[in-house]
């Protein structure tokens, strides 16, 4: 089966290796702004799905295609990447001691059969300094990631809580992808168990 994640993202593609798959990965050009009128889910859904399609263009109709797209927000105001170092530790601060919401929609594609869902956790961030804002917009990794901070990376450390799926906070909700791509006669654990896909 050729499977296709529509991603740039490497931690999408770690997740992804998780599953036990074989892919390969196309990631084609579309617009990605977050400034839509619509709700953070399905603004993530949109977005996952405007992603397959335009890989499906590339692919033909044969391929499995899964793309995701991740939406940070808080107060149901969606934060995107930052722009340079000072936005980020606005977002930073802005998330400093307040709960907010992860949504990661989810495409999987093949033919005229397309699947959208997606998935949401909440996370709580620890109240923080400025110096600890300053310091972490200062490692860089705050800025290609929505809500500038990555849980997986030093992001961690500002993280006092989640409730949810922890993988849907790194990009990739493998819990509700891995029954998605059932449905699609793709499925993991039975690959896993010796099966074929």
Partial sequence: MDIVLASQSPRRRELLTRLGLTFRVLAPEID??????????????????????????????????????????????????????????????????????????????RGITAATEHEVTDVTFRTLSPRETADYAATGEPMDKAGAYGIQGYGSLLVSGIRGDYFNVVGLPLCRLGQMLARFDADCLRRAAGGDL
């Fill in 32 to 109: 990605e702004r977050m400034d839509r009128p619509l709700p953070p889910p399905l603004l993530a859904e949109r977005i996952s799905l405007e992603k397959a399609r335009a890989a499906q263009a590339l692919t033909g109709p044969e391929a499995l295609i899964i793309a995701a797209d991740t939406v940070v927000a808080l107060d149901s105001a969606v934060l995107g990447k930052p722009a340079d170092r000072s936005d980020a530790v606005r977002m930073l601060s802005s998330l400093s001691g307040r709960t907010h919401q992860v949504y990661t929609g989810v495409t999987v594609l």
